[in-house]
């Protein structure tokens, strides 16, 4: 499974951030599979940022799911993350990443199979 992150690179504060996700090799509803997105700001860690599961449903960040909405299109066998009111400290690194669940998202980075390489975002003005 292979996972393509795309999106603006610059993005100014206060604006909307869409990214998609292409997934190729496998299913986006294939059975017990979540698909989350994950950032890393500069000289910090990982942050989980929410997650649409192989049905269809829906995990959030509670520290972000006031400004992000994910969702999906089974037809393109895509996952998108919508992001507003952007922040400087939105900067960083977004992952596209896929793991296995039997009732709800990976908690460990170590159980998320399948990572996209990543595309960066930069909120500047």
């Known amino acids: 499974v292979q996972l393509q992150e795309s999106g603006p690179g610059l993005v100014k504060p206060s604006q909307t951030l869409s990214l998609t996700c292409t997934v190729s090799?496998?299913?986006?509803?294939?059975?017990?599979?979540?698909w989350s997105w994950i950032r890393q700001a500069p000289g910090k860690g990982l942050e989980w940022m929410g997650a649409i599961a192989y049905s269809g449903s829906l995990y959030d960040s509670p520290s972000l799911k006031s400004r992000t909405s994910i969702s999906r299109d089974n037809a393109k066998n895509t996952v998108y993350l919508q992001m507003n009111s952007l922040k400087f400290e939105d900067t960083g690194i977004y992952y596209c990443?896929?793991?296995?669940?039997?009732?709800?998202?990976?908690?460990?980075?170590?159980?998320?199979?399948?990572w996209g390489q990543g595309t960066q975002v930069t909120v500047s003005s």
């Open positions: 090799g496998g299913s986006i509803t294939t059975n017990y599979y979540y």
């Open positions: 990443v896929a793991g296995y669940g039997p009732g709800l998202p990976p908690l460990e980075w170590d159980d998320y199979d399948f």
